[in-house]
């Protein structure tokens, strides 16, 4: 789960890590209000959960209060990749000296926890990585041992930090953020940048923070910075209800049981020349009410025309996936063709339960595949 | 032959009293895997399924000798049950459950290093070597005895292979599910090199999908040093960036992380790649 960066600020707050002073507006009113009473100048920072908001006007200093008045208005209408700016974050303007990034990362490559650390503060670690890969530093770290004095020496190194003053500072920040990774489960933590200020200060300028989905259940307070911003509603009832639901663009609907089999039927979709319109993995163990909350999701979308069953029956019991098709049929009004592939556990008594409504079905992932798209066609 | 697992192995269930832990043993006894014991804290003394139930492993290995674990446990309580299984050394630990935390994974991993034990999963569905014995959840009448090594990120979607396998004749000398998380005990390269050294497996199945860079990884070790013919499917042509799928560790989080890049990378070193997973057993049928 991805935290906006004033949540994340949030976090740092908690574990001491110094950040410039700012406050949270939800509406322009507010933005005014709070910029009003501000040393001026302030920064203006739209909160979306996505990257690259600098670039698409998102972030503006504002220098007079006869500026406030058009920079707040143009970040609240703004669409950032497909996210509208509903909060933005009001900072002190500050002299900056020097921008460093700063992150750590569960490297699932390395298999350990991994700090990368780079001069060219304020771009993305990715362009860096292509342009001037020579600027970064990775240093590996060993989950079991945590990070020592060493690894920080080589981070002064790279970065050409001698100051004690500094490093001091430095030392206090990293050693915090490594701990914040290992007691919140995250999987990333990112300062981008990571700026030196007049009077040789550091503060965290951004934050970027991702929790691992299997964390969140060990986390005390969780709910205090939960957020599904970045689903779509639908996501967010497929997510309540213990399914997993992405929204594509095409229109056949699909419901499979396991995530791997529900990637392979949309690429199979797409093969014989159609277009899934979602992924949906029903889980394991699917009693019927799954697949009822499942036809719901799949036909609040009004681009499908079809909905497609792949069911490979394992623990997924073939009866209890025709039981739950039974349901829904007899209490939802299905107009839309349903085109069912059922097999594995329990075939014959799905299939009976299907016959008995009058639905087809077939044991042919491909056959059916083919006739929904051909359902699309006429 | 075939790798990690045969009708000897002596395996105990963790978590064995709970919905799908009894389930399923009863399903791994019915498929002559040789269950030796169970563990739940608190439930020492009681039977399920005709299998003695003890509270903690040390417990059960005064009385058992013991060759792998598998963890029906639930999330909360699956960290320490991995850690029991590792620090009472059994040298094969499967675990099934998913939502293992990937940090703690992280230093399950790092410990085990150099130690002879493989972890298999976490979120993963098992292995079975058919004919002798499952350790997991997948579903026994579709496996046939032969000599195609399989292993993949999937659960359903290797039944689907292993299914087309069958219809065409060719047998499995064991099929792993390695699981869907970022941090797995054990990657395709780990498990190539159990099949490297197989006498039975002729050829491997390689089902990926994307997320990651077990299949780039993969792909190279199988141009360096793998001896035998590879056929591979990836999963996820259709996925867009940056969403999970599903699985934990199927996201994009880069270019070289796409299916269609380790399609690429694949084919480039000459490893065939399925366009359809049923297009598999004709491609092996050509490669054999």
Not at chain 2, 142 to 169: H, Q
Request: net charge positive; with cysteine; glycine share 10%.
């Amino acid at each position: 789960m991805k935290l906006y960066e004033f949540q994340g600020k949030g976090l740092f707050a908690r574990y001491h890590i110094p950040t410039p002073k700012g406050k949270m507006a939800e509406n322009v009113n507010q933005a005014l209000d709070i910029i009003k009473n501000s040393k001026l100048p302030v920064v203006v920072k739209a909160q979306v959960l996505t990257g690259g908001r600098g670039k698409a006007g998102g972030v503006k200093l504002v220098r007079s209060l006869d500026e406030a008045n058009e920079v707040v208005n143009s970040i609240f209408g703004l669409d950032i990749k497909g996210y509208k700016v509903k909060k933005v974050l009001i900072e002190e303007g500050l002299e900056i000296k020097k921008e460093i990034y700063l992150s750590f990362l569960m490297n699932r490559n390395s298999e350990k926890i991994t700090l990368i650390t780079s001069g060219e503060g304020g771009m993305e670690i990715e362009t860096v990585a292509k342009e001037k890969p020579e600027a970064i530093l990775k240093v590996d770290i060993d989950p079991l041992l945590g990070i020592k004095s060493y690894h920080i020496t080589s981070v002064f190194d790279h970065l050409h930090i001698s100051d004690r003053e500094l490093q001091k500072q430095f030392t206090d920040i990293i050693k915090k953020m490594y701990k914040m990774v290992t007691e919140l489960y995250l999987n990333l933590v990112e300062i981008n940048p990571l700026v030196i200020i007049k009077g040789n200060r550091i503060l965290a300028l951004d934050s970027k923070v991702i929790i691992d989905d299997n964390g969140v259940g060990f986390i005390k307070d969780f709910d205090a910075f939960k957020n599904y911003d970045d689903l779509t509603p639908e996501e967010i009832t497929a997510k309540e209800n213990g399914l997993s639901f992405v929204k594509l663009n095409g229109n056949i609907g699909c419901i499979v049981n396991g995530a791997g089999l529900a990637m392979a039927t949309m690429d199979m979709i797409k093969h014989f020349g159609g277009e899934p319109a979602n992924f949906l993995d029903v889980g394991g163990s699917s009693n019927p009410e799954k697949v009822i909350n499942a036809i719901k999701i799949i036909r609040k979308d009004k681009n499908v025309k079809v909905i497609l069953f792949n069911i490979f029956g394992g623990i997924t019991r073939c009866d209890d996936i025709a039981n739950g098709i039974k349901k829904a049929v007899e209490i939802l009004d299905i107009k839309l063709p349903l085109v069912i592939r059922l097999t594995g556990t329990n075939e014959k008594e799905g299939v009976d339960i299907l016959r008995s409504l009058g639905l087809e079905t077939t044991t042919s992932m491909q056959k059916a595949v083919k006739k929904a798209v051909s359902l699309i066609g006429e | 032959m075939a790798i990690l697992l045969n009708k000897n192995t002596r395996v105990i269930v963790q978590g064995i009293t709970g919905r799908d832990g009894s389930f399923h043993t009863r399903m791994m006894k019915a498929y002559g895997t040789n269950i030796v014991g169970g563990v739940t804290p608190g439930k020492g003394g009681e039977t399920i399924e005709g299998i003695k139930v003890y509270n903690t492993i040390n417990e059960l290995k005064n009385k058992h000798e013991v060759d792998a674990s598998v963890i029906f446990v639930p999330p909360k309580f699956s960290v320490d049950a991995i850690w029991e299984a590792v620090e009472a050394n059994i040298k094969l630990i499967v675990i099934i459950t998913e939502g293992v935390p990937v940090n703690d994974m992280l230093k399950i991993k790092n410990y085990i290093k150099g130690k002879n034990i493989t972890i298999i999963g976490p979120n993963c569905p098992g292995l079975i070597t058919p004919n002798e014995a499952k350790i997991g959840i997948m579903p026994g009448n579709i496996f046939k005895k032969g000599n195609i090594g399989v292993i993949s990120r999937s659960g359903t979607l290797t039944y689907e292979v292993v299914y087309s396998l069958t219809n065409a004749g060719y047998g499995q000398s064991t099929v792993i599910g390695v699981g869907g998380d970022p941090i797995i005990g054990s990657r395709f390269i780990d498990l190539l090199q159990h099949f490297k050294n197989d006498d039975e497996t002729e050829a491997v199945v390689l089902i990926g999908e994307i997320g990651g860079s077990d299949e780039a990884i993969a792909t190279e070790y199988i141009k360096k040093e793998f001896n035998k013919p590879v056929v591979a499917f990836i999963a996820g042509k259709t996925a867009p960036k940056g969403k999970r799928m599903g699985h934990a560790g199927a996201i994009v989080s880069g270019a070289e992380e796409t299916a269609q890049a380790k399609i690429e990378f694949l084919r480039k070193n000459k490893i065939p790649v399925a366009e359809l997973p049923q297009e598999i057993p004709e491609i092996l049928k050509n490669t054999l």
